[in-house]
């Protein structure tokens, strides 16, 4: 009962260079879902000591240098290690072909070259650790980042490195949906997971080389002594931060775009109902995707640029919000009449909806101008983005890895183990991160070391609350992992979806389909297509 | 905790704090009917429509033209007000009244210093009249800092390399803190100053007074209020702890030892050359972080300072 014999891409070859050198998207998936959980746990850890530093005010657990490093890393790490690979990489390679009935991606062996630069990349920026380390924070603004005697030049190349991968990734996808959709799956009958990937495509494409460009002058100005950043050499450190910015906000959205993704699928599938506005929802993502490269200069309301750029920035700033708004509202009528379960998927979906929702509406305080004057560089601002962030894209990403975790690896993981991570992480998570918002409007400014008396019940506050949120990731990566040997199996469709990968058994065949799928019916045909569940429903 | 303020706000002090304040609480209020609308249909679906049986087709409905352009419409309307109102109160942070006073801020790691027009220096603390606009022109030494008065609700970025201004008008006489809002290294946190408004008379007196500080001290009386005031507190200890500079304990004719290898006996020439010249002679085992205090301090200011220091050590020759 408990086997799973069939041949699947699991079982196809053994041994470790079997996968290390696999051009199965399904392997490369997988690999980078272990590269980017290795970056979470230790993005995770640094976070703890942070918090652990900050319970009280003044010295607790290390010196003021060594938690300047430490926030630095956590940024770097989560962000460039972590957060952007994270769904496009692992989920996005494993299920986007699988999706368009595809039996690979379209470039397999770059595929593979994207995750060996991945690692590269990430070695390079972990190295820096034992290099001195960096203290720049992980925006590195110059001139600080070009005077600073720490290993900056490992981390930035690193990420410069990592922008490869990034940029090889998004290629990819680009030409394998363009390409390689099976017969009679044209745009509009796309699940929207793969409309979400398109759209961060598009800006992986075309914004990293400019942070890839951005990063090389730094290490240029560092090693040769040219001024282009450090005013002292006749640079200018404003400059810099146009330049991080129109790479790093559209970033943003490569990082929330493919989680918006997953949500559409998970909502319909466990509302067992038509999603409301397909088209909406999809064109949304697009209009995000171009509207984001114009809003960078949101970042620098303070920064002395001019007051006519500051309020076209902010005005495009406030247009950049309204698709996300209309996908919120899309998903939240399509839950109208559904038949709604509530399986841990759902409940992680369920979570993105409302994190997401205060993590956006507070996104308005930080885009009119008068209020992010006061608000800028507060732990407002780092309160938001853990929001988007972790409520938005961390909330998508693990509910679209409960949801497929039984495709994966064949095998369920424990629903009540699982419903009871959640609920720790949904509450850890506001615990921790809404005192951060009053914090912030009370003037606590961020990357702080040492802060007054005043700040320090709701810094305790917060700190608490990170207990309760690492506790919950624990739980989830421990059953998890056990239910990847040891879980029962799913079998082919485990929760009555409609979209192609639930057609295969699971886990799926190297070549992804026993026979080559046809297109029966659209990807949210719930008013028309009943299909059983294989596993049982409690 | 302020307890003078809101939950969500310090007590405003300025007088462009109501307006902030008008625009972030129209944010709130907006924010909360959307964010309660969406939570309340959130759960209100979510109990109504749960599966209460078998799985079945359901409804098939995927469009509705006048409920998307409503919920497309209305969020814009919003947004653009708090663009609008965001925008206006903004232009108005922006423009500095003419009948301003001027006085010169620069932020260098890891201390504020401000220069008034009367020839007055102080370092960390900025006193000003209350109800009488002041436009602060910034500059900074080294990287970028901000100058944030949480109280004021002001905040701007200050530059090495070009001048940036900010301005404000205090309503309401007290002490408000002043954070440096950019991440500037070591001691960023550190950074603080205060910004203590007083009334016309007041301030009068305390630029008379501060031109003549220090008169009726003896000199070690007054380095040791300097001590503190110039921010020589944030990396010297007085008690022998390690900071990111050699502690002030024993200091006075102690044998140092410097990177470079040589080394020298701490004597007055010595104690002065390392305040105006810091970078002259670093101490082996610390960093070359210590700005210069040339034009920050006066001669007497010197004189009182080293005074100070010897009251601190055992050798006081």
Redesign the interface.
């Known amino acids: 009962m408990n086997t799973i014999e069939s041949p699947n891409y699991m079982n196809a070859k053994k041994g470790i260079l079997s996968w290390l050198f696999t051009l199965d998207h399904k392997r490369i998936g997988i690999l980078y879902l272990i590269g980017i959980m290795a970056a979470f746990a230790l993005g995770g850890i640094l976070a703890m000591l942070i918090r652990m530093e900050l319970i009280h005010p003044g010295q607790d657990i290390m010196d ?2 060594t938690y ?1 490093q430490v926030f630095t890393l956590h940024g770097a790490v989560m962000i460039f290690l972590f957060i952007i690979p994270s769904i496009p990489a692992a989920l996005g390679n494993f299920f986007l072909p699988i999706m368009i009935g595809a039996r690979d991606v379209a470039f397999p062996k770059l595929n593979l070259a994207s995750w060996w630069i991945f690692i590269g990349g990430s070695l390079f920026a972990v190295f820096s650790m034992y290099a001195g380390a960096v ?3 992980w925006t590195f ?1 110059t ?2 980042s070009t ?3 720490t290993a900056v030049i490992s981390m930035t190349l690193g990420v410069f490195i990592l922008g490869f991968s990034s940029i090889f990734t998004g290629l990819n996808f680009i030409v394998t949906i363009h390409k390689l959709r099976a017969p009679g799956l044209t745009w509009y009958k796309l699940p929207l997971f793969v409309w979400g990937l398109y759209a961060t495509a598009i800006i992986q494409v075309l914004a990293t080389p400019v942070l890839g460009m951005t990063l090389i002058l730094l290490i240029l100005e560092r090693v040769f002594q040219i001024g282009i950043f450090d ?2 050499m006749g640079g ?3 400059l810099f931060q146009h330049f991080f910015w129109f790479y790093s906000h559209p970033a943003v959205y490569i990082m929330i775009l493919p989680g918006m993704g997953i949500i559409s699928e998970l909502i319909s599938v466990f ?8 088209k ?1 929802i999809a064109y949304s993502s697009l209009a995000i995707a171009f509207i984001s490269f114009l809003v960078w200069g949101h970042h620098m309301f ?3 640029q001019s ?1 006519i750029a ?2 076209i920035f ?2 495009l700033t ?1 247009l950049v ?2 698709p996300s ?2 996908k ?2 899309n998903w ?2 399509t ?8 399986e841990t998927p759902m409940l992680y979906a ?1 979570s993105f ?2 994190l997401f ?2 993590g956006g ?2 996104g ?2 930080l ?8 608000l ?3 732990y407002f601002v780092v309160a938001h983005f853990h929001y988007v962030m972790v409520g938005g894209t961390v909330m998508a990403f693990m509910g679209g890895l409960h949801y497929w975790w039984p495709k994966m690896f064949g095998r369920m993981y424990n629903e009540k183990w699982a419903k009871f991570a959640a609920l720790l992480i949904f509450v850890g998570f506001n615990i921790t991160f809404f005192t951060q ?2 914090l912030g ?3 606590m ?8 008396d ?2 320090q ?2 810094h305790a506050f917060s700190s608490y609350g990170s207990w309760i949120l690492g506790l919950g990731f624990l739980i989830a990566f421990i059953y998890l992992f056990y239910a990847a040997f040891k879980g029962r199996p799913a079998g082919r469709n485990p929760w ?1 979806a409609l979209t192609f990968e639930w057609e295969t058994p699971s886990p799926p065949p190297t070549e992804n389909f026993d026979k080559d799928p046809v297109l029966r019916h659209e990807p949210y ?6 299909v059983e ?1 294989t596993y049982p ?1 409690k | 905790m302020d307890t003078t303020g809101t939950l969500f706000m310090p007590s405003g002090a300025s007088t462009i704090s109501g307006e902030v304040d008008a625009v972030f609480n129209f944010i709130l209020i907006a924010g909360s009917i959307i964010f309660a609308i969406v939570v309340g249909l959130i759960i209100f679906f979510s109990v109504r429509y749960r599966r209460r049986d078998k799985p079945g087709l359901t409804s098939g409905i995927s469009h509705n033209l006048k409920l998307e352009l409503t919920w497309t419409i209305i969020p814009v309307i919003l947004v653009f007000f708090a663009f609008y109102f965001g925008f206006k109160t903004y232009l108005k942070m922006s423009i500095v009244p003419g009948n301003a006073i001027e006085i010169k801020a620069t932020g260098q790691k890891w201390f504020w210093s401000f220069d008034y027009p009367e020839g007055v220096t102080t370092v960390n603390e900025l006193v000003v009249p209350v109800d009488q606009p002041v436009k602060v022109l910034l500059s900074s030494q080294d990287v970028i800092h901000s100058f944030f008065v949480p109280n004021f609700r002001i905040k701007m970025d200050v530059l090495p390399n070009r001048y940036t201004v900010t301005w404000f008008e205090a309503h309401q006489k007290g002490e408000y803190n002043l954070f440096c809002a950019e991440y500037c290294g070591t001691e960023h946190s550190e950074m603080v100053g205060k910004v203590r408004v007083v009334s016309e008379s007041e301030y009068q007196n305390w630029l008379e007074e501060s031109s003549t500080a220090g008169e009726g001290m003896t000199p070690a009386e007054y380095g040791a209020k300097l001590y503190i005031s110039k921010s020589c507190n944030t990396c010297h200890s007085i008690d022998g702890t390690a900071g990111n500079g050699p502690s002030f304990k024993n200091i006075f004719g102690k044998t140092e030892k410097f990177a470079d290898g040589s080394q020298a006996v701490v004597d007055e020439n010595y104690l002065r050359e390392s305040i105006l010249e810091p970078a002259n002679k670093i101490v082996a085992g610390y960093q070359n972080i210590m700005p210069t205090y040339q034009g920050l301090v006066k001669d007497r200011e010197i004189d009182a300072l080293i005074a100070y220091m010897k009251t601190l050590s055992n050798e006081q020759q």
């Open positions: 003021a240098d300047n203290d720049t924070g603004y001139p600080y005077k600073t005697g005013p002292a200018d450190p404003v509302a067992h109902k038509k999603i409301f506005g397909y909406a303070v920064s002395g007051e500051a309020m902010s005005f406030f919000g309204i708004g209309i919120v509202f939240l009528t839950l109208y009449k559904g038949s709604i379960t509530f369920l909806l409302f929702t205060i509406l507070t308005i305080f885009g009119a101008l008068a209020t992010d004057v006061h800028h560089d507060t918002f009053i409007s009370q003037g400014p961020r990357r702080y070391y040492n802060y007054l005043q700040y019940p709701l009555g045909d719930y008013d028309k297509v009943l569940r429903e």
